[in-house]
């Protein structure tokens, strides 16, 4: 085997493991309420910032995307009806896969992370 040859698999294997660790955090917004949700913002650096476009029709699911991995896991988001803020809410972003809005609440879908077989 030649040395390019190695070495091009070499450097093939670290810039694969490198996008993978640097993928943003993506989530699922999931509108399991009667109304449209029309913003999304979270609070960061001492202010709120709007997602754009976010428009989740009742029982619809977005992808959502960071576009970032960088920051705090625990940021405060809340969620836009037509002009009307809901109260801040808080989830670890590195732990989720999902928000999901119900007409009274407001819920996480946790990653889940198996560790292995257990003996009994």
Not at 49 to 62: F, K, L
């Amino acid at each position: 085997m030649s040395v390019r040859f190695l070495l091009a698999v070499c450097f093939l294997s670290v810039a694969t493991a490198t996008s993978t660790l640097a993928d943003s955090y993506k989530f699922q917004l999931h509108n399991e309420s009667t109304y449209t949700i029309t913003g999304f913002q979270t609070y960061e650096g001492g202010k709120w910032t709007a997602w754009d476009p976010v428009n989740v029709a009742p029982g619809q699911t977005e992808p959502m995307d960071w576009k970032s991995n960088a920051g705090d896991c625990e940021v405060p988001f809340r969620l836009i009806y037509k002009e009307v803020q809901t109260e801040q809410y808080t989830v670890d972003w590195c732990k989720i896969n999902g928000i999901r809005v119900h007409n009274d609440s407001v819920t996480a879908d946790y990653l889940l992370k198996l560790i292995g077989p257990t003996s009994r």
